[in-house]
């Protein structure tokens, strides 16, 4: 992806360029070809709010109790499974590395849709999670999981560490609850018979 922006700025260039020398055969942009006024603009539209995952909604078969790991910083299956007094442990633990690409000063610095808000770059944040089930000293499940969330920056905006950082968690969370979803059967037969089946590594 980052290999292609040196094809993308001289291609954004030239549409700036084409677009100032033809900017007056063009019509005003607040008025419409008749006269009437233009359509508001369509950031001016009502936002459509995204619907949750379905992982947001998946009800494990079985409670726990955490033994490592913030309350508050949980797969919504592993939060809403939580006991104070359960045989059932969850250990989960998430790290974050945070990754930067930026375009040589050289380069952004002479090119002109820079000017008109071109990306300089990105940040990243890549989030690792890992979750262990047990019951007793056996092991129940043993799940991992990586996401990886990055956003342009330009010389007018940037993206907030904190902002990068809860999509990252957000979407390796998410994907902890997908590998509980497809493996809860599985997990329910062996909470219930104290043994887990063998060993599925992810």
């Known amino acids: 992806m980052r290999a292609s922006r040196k094809y993308l700025r001289p291609a954004l260039s030239l549409l700036l360029i084409a677009s100032l020398t033809s900017s007056c055969a063009l019509p005003h942009p607040d008025i419409a070809g008749d006269g009437a006024p ?14 949750p995952s379905a992982s947001a909604t998946l009800r494990l078969p079985f409670t726990g109790r955490l033994v490592e790991g913030d309350r508050d910083e949980l797969p919504p299956a592993i939060a809403g499974a939580l006991v104070e007094n359960s045989p059932v442990t969850f250990t989960y633990r998430e790290q974050l590395t945070h990754d930067e690409y930026h375009i040589p000063l050289i380069v952004s610095a002479l090119d002109p849709v820079t000017f008109v808000g071109a990306p300089l770059g990105d940040f990243g ?55 509980l979803g497809r493996d809860a059967v599985r997990l329910s037969h062996a909470v219930g018979a104290g043994a887990a089946g063998p060993a599925d590594p992810r």
């Open 125 to 179: 944040v890549t989030a690792f999670a890992t979750l262990t089930i047990r019951k007793g000293d056996v092991v129940l499940g043993d799940y991992t999981a990586k996401a990886f969330v990055s956003r342009p920056y330009t010389l007018y905006s940037s993206p907030t560490h904190r902002e990068l950082e809860t999509a990252a968690r957000t979407a390796v969370r998410d994907q902890i609850d997908e590998k």
């Open 38 to 51: 233009a359509p508001a603009d369509r950031r001016d539209a009502p936002v459509v709010a995204a619907a």
